[in-house]
């Protein structure tokens, strides 16, 4: 039987995580692993019941029918997930080898990069080559491990070459574009002319400020950093390299393509994910080995430390292609939202979202859901028994029908017959389908050559919202009785105004659709007030329920009448010929006069009618319409007054 390897990571569209899974994913074919990447979107929000939604992947699979697990757990993101899955893995399979990838626990097999040497490196190039004194260092957070390795490395380095290090001279980012600019105003005002010109007269001042002194260089926790701080320093007139050094780290492709372009670290991680396949393999033959694994990173001196550097060359055609394809994503997210809100059935939304799982690159996905024992409250966040509920595309002839709307066990992740081959490796990603805590399943997904485009998140996020939408539709059906007062008047029966907002909304789109004729009818009791105040209201009830049940008469299955108003009401006339719309004024005052004489009331009965038909203004809108009518309604009603006084 094939091994099966597990990898957890955050945020699989980055690029660390998207080039380290497809190196797993050719490495473990050579071996003949079934790879299951379980995938979560990481922390972006300030809800902590999305943070348990998206922490609950960990929930998903059953780690003893696993043979190795890797983590790349300094890609999470959220608080305690990494304690958490190794309590589980350890639970339930104390003898699977875990391997952690560039940060973990003790215990488990670490493949590391030595950031300790690599920005002692950094910091001794300024300090021994450059010659340079002033040099700060901006951090990522510090909670995360490799955070402070790299920061000790920097203040080791400094001291170790009998140079100060104040709390000015570093600073605390996030890894990400953020905090250029406050990290910029502290380093500015780090070494006062007062403390350190004395060492060095011919150091730089800061043009607008004759009371500092420049830094001469600023090494940055990643790429991101950096090119936040160059950005800050860019802005206030100061040159790179020419005034102050910018040094990074990782390699990111936005720092190859900036100008100037950054010195940095390139991160190994074609290296590390040979290694971590090759612990596995050495583990799971008996093999002893050493569990922490170091690999070195490569020092890049570009154009932002050093100064007539010639300009690497890099893939401008590329990055071209991925801003471009980024920014199609973008707008198709927001319209995907907009888009699902014309569908209401679940085979229609999902049929809906199937359009726009061809962008993802992604060969096929399987969309699993909890068994109906999970619609309700239960302590866990996942059913045992799991439902395969879609597959796209739905239209691939090699996918077997028949797997649809069978239930399987959730420890399968998939039911085995719908692996396409199994005579190779199969290589999977599983992101949680849910809403904040709520998980509805997850969704699995094939990868093409091309791993993860931005678009498989916010289809994952899509299919979140589907199910919250059809769950909430399940409730409000079963609280029947409920809906049904909402909708409807309680006096007399007919609708009220709510439904007759949105029978207008539903009937335009018919009318789009399927053509016809339509007429808004709107009718207003003339005596009612005076029926009130001489007869009370209880009398004044029963004319509005008479004349409403008037009004229903003359409506059929295609239209809806509905009180909008204490004595006002509204009629929606629905067909395909103008019949029925033409006549029904004077069949609507024929059977009020009618009933006025057989009710034998010493009050009149009576009512005004204004309508207009929808072509009769084609382009206008359905609530023009409506007020048309109601205009209409309100001369009638003083025509009929006037000729009263007559």
């Keep these: 039987m094939r091994k099966r390897i597990a990898v957890f990571e955050g945020e699989p569209i980055r690029e660390f995580q998207n080039t380290f899974t497809q190196s797993i994913f050719e490495l473990a074919k050579e071996n003949d692993f079934d790879v299951f990447v379980f995938c979560n979107l990481g922390s972006y929000t300030n809800n902590p019941l999305f943070e348990i939604g998206e922490r609950n992947i960990i929930e998903i699979p059953d780690f003893s029918k696993f043979d190795a697990v890797i983590s790349l757990s300094d890609t999470f993101d959220i608080d305690g997930m990494e304690e958490l899955l190794l309590s589980k893995i350890n639970t339930s399979n104390p003898d699977c080898p875990i391997v952690t990838v560039r940060n973990g626990p003790l215990g488990t097999y670490r493949v590391l990069v030595d950031d300790y040497d690599t920005t002692y490196q950094i910091v001794n190039h300024f300090i021994k080559n450059r010659h340079f004194s002033r040099i700060c260092y901006m951090s990522g957070n510090r909670d995360v491990p490799d955070s ?41 005002k780090a070494f006062p002319k007062s403390i350190y010109g004395e060492d060095n007269p011919d150091a730089k001042i800061i043009h607008f400020d004759d009371d500092y002194l420049l830094p001469e260089a600023i090494v940055c926790g990643n790429d991101y950093m950096a090119i936040s701080v160059c950005n800050a320093l860019k802005k206030r007139g100061i040159r790179i390299p020419e005034d102050i050094c910018i040094f990074g780290f990782d390699e990111a492709l936005e720092g190859v393509a900036y100008e100037p372009q950054l010195s940095t670290v390139s991160m190994p991680t074609v290296e590390m994910a040979k290694r971590t396949i090759q612990i596995i393999v050495d583990t799971l033959n008996g093999k002893t080995i050493e569990h922490d694994c170091f690999v070195r990173g490569d020092l890049k001196f570009k154009a932002s430390s050093e100064i007539n550097i010639p300009k690497a060359n890099f893939d401008a055609a590329a990055l071209v292609n991925e801003v471009a394809e980024s920014s199609i994503s973008l707008k198709q997210s927001a319209l995907i939202f907009i888009d699902l809100q014309n569908h209401i059935t679940a085979d229609d939304k999902l049929a809906f979202l199937e359009s726009y799982f061809y962008k993802t690159n992604c060969e096929r996905g399987y969309i699993c859901l909890c068994s109906e024992q999970n619609d309700v409250d239960v302590p866990r966040p996942y059913s045992d028994d799991i439902i395969l509920r879609d597959i796209y595309p739905y239209k691939d002839a090699t996918i ?209 009618f204004g309508s207009c038909s929808y072509d009769e203004y084609m382009g206008a809108s359905l609530l023009t319409c409506m007020k048309l009518a109601d205009e209409r309604m309100y001369f009638a009603k003083s025509e009929y007054k006037k000729n009263l006084a007559e």
């Design 400 to 608: 077997k029908k028949e797997c649809l709307g069978t239930t399987f066990s959730r420890s399968e992740i998939l039911p085995e017959e719908v692996f396409m081959d199994s005579s190779t490796p199969s290589r999977f990603f599983i992101m949680p389908i849910h809403f904040k805590d709520m998980s509805y399943g997850y969704f699995v997904m094939e990868p093409s050559n091309k791993l993860f485009d931005y678009f498989v998140t916010t289809l994952t996020t899509a299919l979140a919202y589907t199910y919250e939408d059809l769950s909430l539709m399940r409730r409000l059906d079963q609280l029947g009785d409920i809906r049904r007062q909402s909708l409807i008047d309680p006096l007399t029966g007919v609708g009220n105004r709510r439904s007759f907002d949105q029978y207008l909304n539903s009937i335009s789109q018919r009318l789009k659709t399927e053509g016809g004729c339509l007429s808004i009818v709107m009718a207003d009791l003339d005596y009612l007030k005076y029926v009130n105040d001489n007869y009370g209201h209880d009398e004044g009830d029963f004319v509005i329920k008479e004349f409403a049940a008037i009004l229903k008469g003359l409506t059929d299955s295609d239209d809806l009448c509905a009180r909008v108003g204490g004595d006002e009401f509204a009629c929606v006339l629905y067909s395909k010929t103008r019949e029925k719309h033409d006549t029904f004024e004077a069949r609507a005052y024929e059977a009020i006069t009618l009933r006025e004489k057989t009710m034998d009331k010493p009050y009149k009965f009576h009512a005004s």
């Design 148 to 188: 402070l390795t790299r920061q000790q490395a920097y203040v080791e380095a400094m001291t170790n070459a009998g140079l100060r290090v104040t709390d000015s001279m570093t600073f605390e980012g996030d890894y990400w574009y953020t905090h250029g600019e406050p990290a910029v105003e502290q380093f500015l």
